[in-house]
């Protein structure tokens, strides 16, 4: 069920996020994804020229004869999921290569809206964090596989495939776009990967509202150029005011209990070590 007050602040983290790149301090923290994504763009659109059309011949074939009064609605339909799978392996591409400077971005954004110091790393402390977030990418890759490729093989299904199929598709999406931006300020902080879908879920109509902007603007020339920082920063304004403080209380629980169980074994081991001296000497 759609929520008035969740749908206009899905509006307003889009609209901060583009006044929040423009700030002193951190706007040189925008050139790399925005190179990163020149670079993506051109690549994927010159693949997504290459193939629509032989895309588009396979999956009308499927429409049956008696059905060809709406070829028109199911070419439109079929061409806009193509779109959206397209948009998909960008962003996935984008996450896993430009995962690292996302993630700074996000940290810088936090610091400048909260006012408190994150810890801070070295060049070298960086460098040695990356296979961590890169382990992260592959957790929502392997979350959204399956889906993806369930709603491929439905979309070969004659009619279903060129009418529910593309609106699952987007919707799907728009989903995958909140996970995979405001994930960035969620694993700053560590915070499990289940945890942070959960929150998401918790407010799934803000999550989707926030993800369809961003879907929709990717394909905007020009302005999606520029998109990925921007929604970095709308997703790290959202998490600061929406999920920080619900995210970090239900995680401490969990990492206070197995610092207790490291602890209680620590202690046991020298209750060990104790009791076989004491035989030694004894």
């Given at each position: ?10 509006f ?21 994804p ?11 659109f010159?693949?997504?020229?290459s ?7 396979e ?12 070829s ?61 977030m ?6 929502k ?66 999550s ?45 629980p ?15 081991q ?13």
């Amino acid at each position: 069920m759609l929520q008035a007050k969740e749908l206009s602040e899905g509006f307003h983290y889009f609209v901060m996020g583009w006044h929040l790149i423009t700030q002193k301090g951190l706007r040189r923290f925008v050139i790399m994804p925005v190179l990163l994504n020149i670079l993506l763009l051109s690549g994927l659109f010159w693949l997504f020229i290459s193939n629509i059309g032989g895309l588009i011949d396979e999956l009308m074939s499927y429409v049956p004869d008696w059905l060809a009064w709406l070829s028109g609605i199911l070419l439109a339909l079929s061409i806009f999921m193509i779109l959206t799978l397209f948009y998909f392996a960008f962003t996935m591409l984008s996450g896993f290569i430009a995962a690292p400077f996302n993630g700074l971005l996000a940290e810088k954004v936090e610091q400048r809206l909260t006012g408190e110091n994150l810890i801070e790393m070295s060049t070298i402390d960086f460098l040695k964090d990356i296979p961590r977030m890169l382990g992260r990418e592959w957790q929502k890759l392997w979350y959204s596989l399956p889906k993806i490729i369930a709603l491929f093989l439905l979309s070969f299904i004659p009619i279903l495939g060129q009418s529910v199929v593309p609106v699952l598709t987007f919707l799907f999406t728009a989903w995958m776009m909140a996970i995979q931006y405001c994930d960035y300020p969620f694993d700053n902080h560590k915070i499990p990967f289940r945890i942070m879908r959960n929150e998401l879920g918790e407010t799934r109509t803000l999550s989707l509202t926030f993800g369809s902007l961003v879907t929709f603007c990717t394909f905007v020339p020009v302005i999606n150029l520029v998109i990925i920082p921007v929604v970095v920063c709308g997703a790290t304004a959202m998490w600061v005011e929406k999920y920080r403080d619900n995210a970090l209380f239900a995680f401490k629980p969990h990492k206070q209990s197995a610092q207790n169980h490291r602890t209680k074994i620590v202690n046991h081991q020298q209750e060990q070590l104790k009791h076989q001296s004491n035989r030694f000497i004894n």
